[in-house]
Structure formats: structure tokens, C-alpha cells
């Protein structure tokens, strides 16, 4: 059974960064193309970045392009979502997500973490 935990959310002021991780466990990464998703209250589930089981493409939503960067690290089994220049709109719940590639479905999930961007 995949089983993805996030971690990394918190509180930061506009213009700030943070890393999110998100750590994989009972399956290699190199299996799963894992994706970044985040749901606001009020709006709808938003993918906003993907990247192939193999490390080798990414997809980035034009919300967060050029401000959001996803990584992966295969020792670690784990991806981050590096998040520059935040902005207020970005707060939301922040969740990984585990399939074979990048799409909108997904089977396995995290918990989420929150993001709060405020002064």
C-alpha cells in the first residue's frame, strides 16, 4: 500500500517561500508520477504541479509558473514543491498525490498541509 505524508505547510508573509515534501513509502518512486493539488475554501481541487515517475518531465499550472518549482529526490523517496514569491491567493490545503503518470486522477493521496499566505 503507497502511503504519502506532506509536511512543510505553515504561515508566511506575502512574497515569502516554503518547501513542501512530500515523503513516499511502500513503493519506489521511480513507479509514480506524483502531483501537487490544492483546494481553497470555496473554489474548486486545483492541480498545480507534476512530475513523471521518472524524474523526467514536469507540468506546471500557469497560476504558479515561474513561482513554483517541483523536485524529486530518489534517495529520500520524496518530492518538494518549492514555493517563491507567495502570494495571499495561494492559501489553500496543499496535497501530494501518487499514479503511474500525470493526470487528473489520481489514487493515492496525503493528508494535505496547510499553506496560509497573510501579513
Known amino acids: 500500500q503507497l502511503q504519502l505524508v506532506e509536511s512543510g505547510g505553515g504561515l508566511v508573509q506575502p512574497g515569502g517561500s516554503l518547501r513542501l515534501s512530500c515523503a513516499v513509502s511502500?513503493?519506489?518512486?521511480?513507479?509514480?508520477?506524483i502531483k501537487w493539488f490544492r483546494h481553497a475554501p470555496g473554489k474548486e481541487r486545483e492541480g498545480v504541479s507534476c512530475?513523471?515517475?521518472?524524474?523526467?518531465?514536469?507540468e506546471t499550472a500557469d497560476s504558479v509558473k515561474g513561482r513554483f518549482t517541483i523536485s524529486r529526490e530518489s534517495a529520500k523517496n520524496t518530492v518538494y514543491l518549492q514555493m517563491n514569491s507567495l502570494k495571499p491567493e495561494d492559501t489553500a490545503v496543499y496535497y501530494c498525490?501518487?499514479?503511474?503518470?500525470?493526470?487528473?486522477?489520481?489514487?493515492?493521496w496525503g493528508q494535505g498541509t496547510q499553506v496560509t499566505v497573510s501579513s
Open positions: 498525490a501518487a499514479d503511474t503518470h500525470c493526470g487528473d486522477f489520481f489514487i493515492y
Open positions: 511502500g513503493a519506489s518512486l521511480d513507479y509514480y508520477a
Open positions: 512530475i513523471s515517475s521518472r524524474g523526467t518531465s514536469t
